[in-house]
């Protein structure tokens, strides 16, 4: 005669009381929550809250002649760098500005090379640089952003159409 074999999903008193219905319901909880987290974390490595493949981006204006390479999810109070790429056509000063969330928002930390002009206004700030002949000019932007939330920037080189920045700050 075969020697019977417990079920095991089935509830049993002995040698504890368990509801094996509730202890399956338990497993399967535990089961996604781990697929969760590990979908979490990738997601974070990949760089889905700040700082990452996913994050990072460049936004060039139509005509190619500024270009800003950033981050489209920040997060508050750390630093970020900007690059902006600034094609001359003229023997003219480069001349950007600055405008909307970007001055109410950011903290610029660093900026190189330095502008030769600077003016600040209520909501913008203008930056000069000499004449640069025909030669693409990068320039290092390093700021903080000070609040969390949603904003939208532009960044405007003079005679040309400007590049609007619209970036996530989480906390």
Not at 81 to 86: D, G, H, I, N, Q
Not at 123 to 147: C, F, R, S, Y
Not at 162 to 169: E, F, G, I, N
């Amino acid at each position: 005669m075969a020697k019977r074999v417990p079920d095991e999903y089935t509830g049993r008193t002995y040698p504890v009381q368990e509801d094996m219905k509730w202890q399956c319901r338990e497993w399967s909880l535990e089961k996604w929550g781990s697929r969760g987290l590990l979908a979490l974390v990738l997601l974070a490595l990949l760089g889905a809250f700040s700082d990452g493949w996913l994050s990072q981006t460049t936004t060039s204006n139509a005509e190619g002649s500024l270009s800003v390479e950033h981050q489209r999810i920040m997060r508050a109070k750390s630093d970020e760098s900007f690059t902006l790429r600034v094609k001359f056509a003229t023997g003219q000063p480069a001349v950007l500005t600055l405008g909307q969330d970007f001055m109410d928002n950011f903290v610029i930390q660093s900026l190189q090379p330095q502008p030769l002009l600077t003016h600040a206004s209520r909501h913008e700030m203008i930056l000069t640089w000499p004449a640069n002949m025909g030669k693409e000019q990068a320039l290092w932007l390093t700021v903080q952003p000070q609040t969390a939330g949603h904003f939208t920037s532009t960044i405007r080189l003079k005679g040309a159409e400007p590049v609007t920045l619209s970036q996530w700050v989480l906390p």
